[in-house]
Each structure stands twice: as structure tokens, then as C-alpha cells.
């Protein structure tokens, strides 16, 4: 937590205008390739009647007192007036291609992307149907997956472009190292839309090392068991199993279902289903007091006692309180969502 007077000087603006009146503001950064959103209370009623709905919001928050980028662009999509105040939601542009503000597409035999690949396929949805006349998404940093990816084959009676993109993205990892399967993922950054690979935690270069004297204000976790269990059922009767033999907090599993038909096919998914997940085994929330641009995916360092904790983490999420008086930035890490049935579940709560 910082005071907003001594640390940083937040602006917000709606529609290229500045709005000094704002009393509040949270941003919610969840991963998981999921949307941002900005929740902003605003100390005046009159605005509901400004036309806000779809406007452009920018949210700066000045760390150390510097403008910089914004932390925060979306777009103006609920409006809930009271007496005295009005809350404003926004979500970032992706929203524009996503969920129930997204025109669906139906992709069959007859029409269909089996020329792109997923990236390409994303890239033309987004120039052709939501920057037809300014630059809502920008696609300027996209690159695409190694290998590349083929739309060849999806089909679907109706999606929006961002979940058929997501459900080829899913089917991309990195299986190189295989005990270090590394899997692709979405952000924003600004305007700017990302499609990156995950960083080792191994091997991949920090983004800031944090610490109870210098940027940690505090710690809680949950250590959860992973699985080290994987069985897939498949087509045709197929089934493929395999079994992690490090499995020092006990055996735990997971089941899943799988379109392959052989054998090999699905031992080969359930060998990735473990690995990619095992080292994802501590779900982390650190409260910081500097570093609130770090990106999601970023990897922290943590420098503190415990060993249990000492280390590389990935940024998975990160949420962002702003009030008259403080700042509050709060980064989840490591854990991205429960993905076993049954878990060995303990709280531990530290500094703070």
C-alpha cells in the first residue's frame, strides 16, 4: 500500500477527457488469457447522462509520480447511477471480440480458414470487422506461434473469434524440454494485443526480485498437491496413462477426455497434462509496494526466508485498489486455475 500523495498521481480519463471527480477505482488483471476490467466510482451522478457507453477509458496511475503509459485502456460497458455517485465498468478492447459484443462466426467446410494459421486468422478478423475506422486492437506486435499453428480442420456452428482463437491456442505448446512444456498465452498491453510463449521459471529472465525490505508488504499462499496421475480416455477405445515418479507430497490424479485414437497419442497428452501443471503448484498473493506495471506472465523473484517460497514465480494475475489515499497492488502467482479434482489444501499467511 502507498499513498497516492507521496508515490503517484492516478488520472483518469473518458472519451480524451480527464475526470477528476473519480472517488475510486479497481482493476482486475485475471489472466488465464481472460479480459481486464476496470471498475471506477465517480463523484458526480451527472455524468450518466454524458454519453459514456463505449467511450475510450485510459487510467494512469503515475508511479513515482511519472505519467508514462496508461495502466489500464478499455472501453465504457455498464453504467450503475446512485444518488450521489455513478460506477463505470470497462473492459479491455478484447472485448470487442469476445463473449456476447462479439459477432460469432460459424466455420464450415464450405467456409472456413483452413489457409491461416491462428494468428493470422485473429489478426484478419480484427483489421476486418472492429478497426474500420480507428484502431480499437492494435495487431502491430503479433507474431506468431513456433511452429506455426493451422486453422486446417476447426470447425465450429458459432463462436466468437477470440474463443475459436483460444481453443486453437490451447492445442500450442512448447514440448521441447519435456519435463518444462511451455504453453502460449494472450495480454494487452495498453491497446496492444500480445500472443507470447510462457518463460521458464527455470531459466527465464526476471522481470524485479522482491523482498520484505524492499517491495513486499505481505505474503498468503496456498500449497496444493499436484498430480502426479494423469489418465486420458480417448476414441476407438484408446486410453493412455502416465505417472510423475517425484512425488514427494503424495500421489494425486486427474482424468480427461481426448479426440486422439491411439494409444501413444494420448500417452503423449497425459504426459503433458502433468508436467505442464506440476510446477504450478503454489498459489501466491503478494501485496507490493512498487513494480505496479509489472506485466502478467513476468516472472518475480521472491528473496525472502522461507524456502518454500524463495524464488522464480510467474505474474498470473494482478489486481489494483486506488482510493483517495493509497494504492494497493496486489500480484497473484504461479497457480493459474484448479485443474485436479482432489487437492491437499493448507493456508499459510505471512508478514502483512
Do not use: W
Not at 226 to 243: D, N
Request: a negative charge.
Amino acid at each position: 500500500m502507498r499513498g497516492r500523495n507521496l508515490y503517484s498521481l492516478p488520472k483518469l480519463f473518458i472519451g480524451g477527457k480527464r475526470i477528476s471527480e473519480f472517488n475510486s477505482a479497481t482493476i482486475q488483471f485475471p489472466g488465464n488469457n481472460q479480459i481486464n476490467t476496470l471498475n471506477v466510482s465517480i463523484d458526480d451522478p451527472e455524468y450518466q447522462d454524458a454519453h459514456l457507453f463505449n467511450s475510450k477509458v485510459e487510467f494512469y496511475l503515475g508511479e513515482g509520480l511519472s505519467e508514462g503509459s496508461p495502466i489500464f485502456v478499455g472501453y465504457v460497458k455498464e453504467m450503475n447511477p446512485s444518488d450521489t455517485s455513478i460506477t463505470i465498468t470497462a473492459y479491455d478492447p478484447r472485448i470487442f471480440i469476445s463473449g456476447t459484443d462479439a459477432e460469432p462466426i460459424a466455420v464450415t467446410d464450405k467456409k472456413n480458414f483452413d489457409g491461416y494459421t491462428a494468428v493470422q486468422f485473429l489478426a484478419s478478423v480484427i483489421n476486418d470487422n472492429v478497426n474500420t475506422v480507428s484502431t480499437i486492437i492494435n495487431t502491430d506486435a503479433l507474431s506468431d506461434f513456433s511452429p506455426e499453428t493451422s486453422m486446417r480442420g476447426y470447425r465450429t456452428s458459432g463462436k466468437s473469434p477470440y474463443e475459436i482463437f483460444l481453443d486453437v491456442m490451447a492445442q500450442t505448446v512448447d514440448d521441447t524440454v519435456p519435463e518444462d512444456p511451455l504453453e502460449y498465452y494472450v495480454s494487452m498491453e495498453g491497446n496492444k494485443l500480445i500472443v507470447a510463449k510462457k518463460k521458464s521459471v527455470d531459466t527465464g529472465s526476471r522481470s524485479m526480485i522482491l523482498s520484505y525490505m524492499d517491495g513486499i508488504e505481505g505474503i498468503t499462499y496456498n500449497h496444493r498437491a499436484p498430480a502426479t496421475t494423469a489418465i486420458g480416455i480417448g476414441t476407438e477405445g484408446s486410453f493412455g496413462e502416465f505417472t510423475y515418479g517425484n512425488a514427494p507430497m503424495g500421489r494425486v490424479g486427474t482424468t480427461f477426455q481426448s479426440e486422439k485414437t491411439q494409444n501413444a497419442e494420448i500417452y503423449e497428452e497425459a504426459l503433458l497434462t502433468v508436467m505442464k501443471n506440476y510446477v504450478e503448484q503454489k498459489e501466491i498473493n503478494v501485496v507490493i509496494s512498487r513494480g505496479f506495471y509489472v506485466g502478467l506472465e513476468s516472472l518475480v523473484y521472491l528473496s525472502v526466508p522461507d524456502k518454500n517460497l524463495r524464488g522464480n514465480h510467474r505474474v498470473t494475475s494482478k489486481s489494483i485498489s486506488v482510493t483517495k489515499n493509497n494504492i494497493t497492488c496486489t500480484l497473484g502467482l504461479d497457480k493459474r486455475k484448479p485443474r485436479v479434482g482432489d487437492y491437499l489444501d493448507r493456508k499459510i499467511t505471512l508478514g502483512g
